[in-house]
């Protein structure tokens, strides 16, 4: 059984800073590492030092402006990288140098074209180099999962033995199985005995999508520090993504017996900057960071979160720093939610009214695949203006075509008498407006016509605007429809009606 503390060790400015097209300048680097510290991440990888000037800069302002966090830099088992690094964190409050070199055959054959003694020898060599710098050095053996498991262990004892204080043992390739990977780490803690008086890190890729459960599978073998990234940023697919790492250490507390020191009400922060410096956005579905995380849906889970969260919900949107979870209604969505919903805009909804908005908002929600909070609010407000009116539009037809006048038909209900208007001339919108004044007796003039998308969107809600002239005076009608025809005919039946209340019409 496992137990303790987990390092989290972020890797988001190094390994997810390699992602391509992302390239962050010093001020973002830092900006993105002050966010980490707030987070509460032991250990920033701030960057592979060598590997550029703008690199080493980075990682330099990094070292010198953020406190409260070690800082860490990257660099090749060679003497110029460890001195590069070396420079560019000995500033840092806590620096660490993080030295590697790969380990299996495949890569000492193609890659560095060196015997498994020559990879032993440097691995010696430049650990004893970083040690001799810097008090707190990390040693990785790339590929090692692909290594074979006894040269492997000779390795790491020697990277012990030179005085590394933390030894990562990488998924490289995101190839290992989480069986698997948990009984590697195992086996070689049990093959170097020194491991167990150092710190053993795991950093796995996702191109299985398996890089959190082998995480995972190591921790529960002993593994005591996660090499992870936000929003699962990082070469090719990606590392393990750090949210899920720390929700699942945090949501399975009383299982797995691990914690973190991550203050995850930071997380949601965190994501959401890394995503918009980087411009690399987070699908709607991910794990804890999606938009639609903690969004439900059907009909059934709407209602159960709502009488009580933890029917569908094993974490909550506040613990990752999200002030509320944000239901998104939709076709499946019940009366209570579309209530409750209201609530939180501030807008009480009963009885009739209730009923009202209801109707209203399904036929709506059987149109626009997600009805959101500005679009319930203005649904609401024109329900609420409806409910005086003296003439209702009942239905409209309205044929048109590129080579024949436009024909209109409309039904409008007045004190429970149905009034039927017809028209054939114009524009379709002008043959809808003289329908209605047709049906209802009057000569309207139309002054003014405005058009406005009210939410984002394909299918956004269009908000028409019209004032109509009626016997000299104007009056102005406003209606709602994702139908911009629809809403034409709503608003122009409206400034109707308030021709009416005001006593324009006899
Ligand atoms: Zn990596």
Same mark, same amino acid.
């Given at each position: 059984?496992?137990?303790?503390?987990?390092?989290?060790?972020?890797?988001?400015?190094?390994?997810?800073?390699?992602?391509?097209?992302?390239?962050?300048?010093?001020?973002?680097?830092?900006?993105?590492?002050?966010?980490?510290?707030?987070?509460?991440?032991?250990?920033?990888?701030?960057?592979?030092?060598?590997?550029?000037?703008?690199?080493?800069?980075?990682?330099?302002?990094?070292?010198?402006?953020?406190?409260?966090?070690?800082?860490?830099?990257?660099?090749?088992?060679?003497?110029?990288?460890?001195?590069?690094?070396?420079?560019?964190?000995?500033?840092?409050?806590?620096?660490?140098?993080?030295?590697?070199?790969?380990?299996?055959?495949?890569?000492?054959?193609?890659?560095?074209?060196?015997?498994?003694?020559?990879?032993?020898?440097?691995?010696?060599?430049?650990?004893?180099?970083?040690?001799?710098?810097?008090?707190?050095?990390?040693?990785?053996?790339?590929?090692?999962?692909?290594?074979?498991?006894?040269?492997?262990?000779?390795?790491?004892?020697?990277?012990?033995?030179?005085?590394?204080?933390?030894?990562?043992?990488?998924?490289?390739?995101?190839?290992?199985?989480?069986?698997?990977?948990?009984?590697?780490?195992?086996?070689?803690?049990?093959?170097?005995?020194?491991?167990?008086?150092?710190?053993?890190?795991?950093?796995?890729?996702?191109?299985?999508?398996?890089?959190?459960?082998?995480?995972?599978?190591?921790?529960?073998?002993?593994?005591?520090?996660?090499?992870?990234?936000?929003?699962?940023?990082?070469?090719?697919?990606?590392?393990?993504?750090?949210?899920?790492?720390?929700?699942?250490?945090?949501?399975?507390?009383?299982?797995?017996?691990?914690?973190?020191?991550?203050?995850?009400?930071?997380?949601?922060?965190?994501?959401?900057?890394?995503?918009?410096?980087?411009?690399?956005?987070?699908?709607?579905?991910?794990?804890?960071?999606?938009?639609?995380?903690?969004?439900?849906?059907?009909?059934?889970?709407?209602?159960?979160?709502?009488?009580?969260?933890?029917?569908?919900?094993?974490?909550?949107?506040?613990?990752?720093?999200?002030?509320?979870?944000?239901?998104?209604?939709?076709?499946?969505?019940?009366?209570?939610?579309?209530?409750?919903?209201?609530?939180?805009?501030?807008?009480?909804?009963?009885? !009739?009214?209730?009923?009202? =908005?209801?109707? #209203?908002?399904?036929?709506? $929600?059987? /149109?626009?695949?997600? *009805?959101?909070?500005?679009?319930?609010?203005?649904?609401?407000?024109?329900?609420?203006?409806?409910?005086?009116?003296?003439?209702?539009?009942?239905?409209?037809?309205?044929?048109?075509?590129?080579?024949?006048?436009?024909?209109?038909?409309?039904?409008?209900?007045?004190?429970?008498?149905?009034?039927?208007?017809?028209?054939?001339?114009?524009?379709?919108?002008?043959?809808?407006?003289?329908?209605?004044?047709?049906?209802?007796?009057?000569?309207?003039?139309?002054?003014?016509?405005?058009?406005?998308?009210?939410?984002?969107?394909?299918?956004?809600?269009?908000?028409?605007?019209?004032?109509?002239?009626?016997?000299?005076?104007?009056?102005?009608?406003?209606?709602?429809?994702?139908?911009?025809? !629809?809403?034409?005919?709503? =608003?122009?039946? #409206?400034?109707?009606?308030? $021709?009416? /209340?005001?006593?324009? *019409?006899?």
């Amino acid at each position: 059984m496992s137990s303790g503390r987990i390092t989290i060790f972020d890797t988001t400015l190094r390994d997810g800073e390699q992602s391509p097209g992302i390239s962050l300048n010093a001020l973002e680097k830092v900006e993105i590492a002050e966010q980490l510290a707030r987070l509460g991440v032991d250990v920033i990888e701030a960057g592979f030092p060598i590997s550029s000037p703008g690199d080493f800069e980075g990682v330099q302002k990094i070292a010198a402006e953020v406190s409260g966090v070690t800082v860490c830099a990257l660099a090749r088992a060679v003497e110029k990288d460890i001195r590069t690094a070396w420079d560019a964190i000995r500033e840092a409050e806590r620096p660490r140098i993080h030295t590697f070199i790969s380990t299996s055959d495949v890569h000492l054959k193609y890659q560095l074209r060196k015997s498994r003694d020559e990879v032993l020898e440097a691995a010696k060599r430049m650990v004893s180099l970083a040690v001799s710098l810097c008090d707190d050095v990390e040693f990785s053996a790339m590929d090692a999962t692909r290594s074979d498991p006894e040269f492997l262990a000779a390795v790491l004892a020697a990277a012990v033995a030179e005085g590394a204080t933390t030894i990562n043992i990488p998924d490289t390739v995101g190839y290992a199985l989480p069986s698997e990977f948990g009984d590697f780490i195992r086996r070689q803690v049990e093959m170097v005995p020194g491991l167990k008086d150092v710190t053993v890190s795991v950093h796995c890729h996702n191109d299985l999508g398996l890089a959190v459960a082998n995480s995972l599978a190591a921790v529960q073998a002993g593994a005591k520090q996660v090499e992870c990234a936000v929003n699962g940023l990082g070469e090719r697919a990606g590392n393990a993504s750090l949210e899920e790492m720390v929700m699942i250490l945090e949501t399975r507390r009383s299982s797995l017996g691990l914690s973190t020191g991550i203050n995850t009400v930071e997380i949601d922060r965190t994501s959401k900057l890394v995503s918009q410096l980087t411009g690399y956005e987070v699908q709607p579905n991910k794990a804890i960071v999606g938009k639609n995380a903690f969004a439900h849906e059907s009909g059934i889970h709407q209602d159960g979160v709502l009488k009580e969260r933890t029917t569908y919900e094993i974490m909550s949107a506040s613990s990752i720093g999200r002030s509320r979870s944000d239901i998104v209604l939709g076709k499946h969505s019940g009366r209570h939610a579309l209530k409750v919903a209201m609530e939180e805009l501030g807008i009480e909804l009963d009885g !009739e009214e209730l009923d009202q =908005a209801f109707a #209203r908002f399904k036929k709506i $929600a059987d /149109r626009k695949k997600q *009805v959101t909070a500005v679009d319930l609010e203005h649904l609401v407000s024109e329900e609420l203006r409806q409910q005086a009116d003296l003439l209702e539009l009942k239905s409209y037809e309205v044929t048109s075509s590129s080579e024949f006048i436009p024909t209109c038909q409309v039904i409008i209900e007045k004190e429970g008498e149905r009034l039927l208007g017809k028209s054939f001339s114009g524009g379709s919108m002008e043959s809808i407006f003289q329908a209605i004044d047709d049906a209802v007796g009057i000569q309207g003039k139309l002054k003014d016509y405005q058009v406005r998308a009210v939410t984002g969107g394909k299918d956004a809600l269009g908000e028409v605007r019209v004032v109509v002239e009626v016997n000299g005076e104007d009056y102005a009608g406003t209606a709602l429809s994702i139908d911009v025809v !629809e809403a034409s005919a709503k =608003a122009y039946v #409206r400034a109707v009606n308030n $021709a009416y /209340r005001a006593g324009g *019409v006899k």
